[in-house]
């Protein structure tokens, strides 16, 4: 059944302000932005392929100590203990028979554990225009190259609208419970979300709307541009119920800024 591994899950309550896992929110280092600042209404650009991201996970899951694998996860998390990085570590384990496919500023690599298991990576473009890992599931089998259902459009715009006009109860539904800004009991979660600086975002601008990147069966990604320089890739993703507990859900999980 296809689920959020939980240490970076954990790590995504962090980046959403929540007290968990060692990190301490975004980082607004000059060395995470050195970028610099992206012109008005201008897409970011990625710096690299998949294939660069793809041999720089190989690379970090191989070396030793935590500086690599930290080096390719998202700016947003912040600093990062050693504790919590050994457990991503393992999330992505051996990280064999890599396969990825670039969503505009997205991408979604495909591997294998040691055992076998599939397991998928959704990663999005950081200041810097390098991708990024923003979370790791479970899946049955490879997902790039299959088919993106169209539940994840409609619930895309759904979750975005009801950022907007302050729906929590619509939020709650729409959103991942396990992971990103749906961790919590809904009262949290309600409060929280209200705070977020890219709901305030949202909330000034009524006629910000995602736009498809692409995706698969599993993951699919979204340009959200809530000012004329603050761009996010809103990243969504399949959620299956246990054995007899009704259809799949397709949720909001987070969106990370690449500026």
Known sequence: MPRLRVPLACLLAAAAALPACGGDGGDSSPDKRRAGG?????????????????????????????EAVKGVL???????SDGSCEAVRAELSTFRDPRGAQYGTGAAIDFRTASGRHRTAALVLDADRTFRLAFVMDVPGPTVGTRKPAAFDRNAAAVVRALQTGDCDAFLRLSARTAGL????????????????????????????????????????????????????????????????GSPRYVMVSALPAT
């Open 38 to 66: 992206l012109a008005r209404n201008a897409d970011p650009v990625p710096a690299e392929s998949v294939g660069d991201a793809i041999d720089r996970i190989a690379g970090a899951v191989t070396a030793s100590g935590c």
């Open 182 to 245: 749906g961790v919590g009991p809904d009262a949290e979660v309600c409060r929280r979300v209200s705070d977020a600086p890219f709901r305030r975002e949202l909330v000034a601008n009524r006629r910000a709307r995602p736009v498809s990147m692409g995706g698969n069966a599993w993951l699919a990604f979204y340009r959200l541009r809530t000012r004329a320089r603050a761009y996010y890739t809103l990243i969504m993703a399949r959620e299956d119920p246990a054995p007899g507990g």
């Open 74 to 80: 998202h700016s947003t998390y912040g600093q990062v």
